[in-house]
Nanobody
Framework: QVQLVESGGGLVQPGGSLRLSCASSKSLSSIHLMNWYRQAPGKERELVGSIAGTTAAYRDPVRGRFTISKDIAANTLLLEMTNLKTEDTATYYC?????????WGQGTQVNVSS
């Protein structure tokens, strides 16, 4: 079982930056695949990006603006978000694939508004 706890959400103006964290109960070195998802009001949950080992990939709406990384020592997955847009407003979730199951955090809210 993997427990995930997201933090770092909040209110930011368009063009601003925010860093989300996802603390894991299991060492990130032993989790092969981790993802960030988001869900905007009235919309389905969508994948933001993934990281396997040290290789990250991103969906088109965030590519070039968001960066996924790992703080191995802290067992924490990070999502650096820059040049935020109003359409980035959503609840952000981290996700881990481990031992044949997907594990989810409770989410953290990001609001981009002037």
């Amino acid at each position: 079982q993997v427990q995930l706890v997201e933090s770092g959400g909040g209110l930011v103006q368009p063009g601003g930056s925010l860093r989300l964290s996802c603390a894991s109960s299991k060492s990130l070195s032993s989790i092969h695949l981790m993802n960030w998802y988001r869900q905007a009001p009235g919309k389905e949950r969508e994948l933001v990006g993934s990281i396997a080992g040290t290789t990250a990939a991103y969906r088109d709406p965030v590519r070039g603006r968001f960066t996924i990384s790992k703080d191995i020592a802290a067992n924490t997955l990070l999502l650096e978000m820059t040049n935020l847009k109003t359409e980035d407003t959503a609840t952000y979730y981290c996700n881990a694939y481990d031992s044949g199951s997907y594990w989810w955090g409770q989410g953290t809210q990001v609001n981009v508004s002037s």
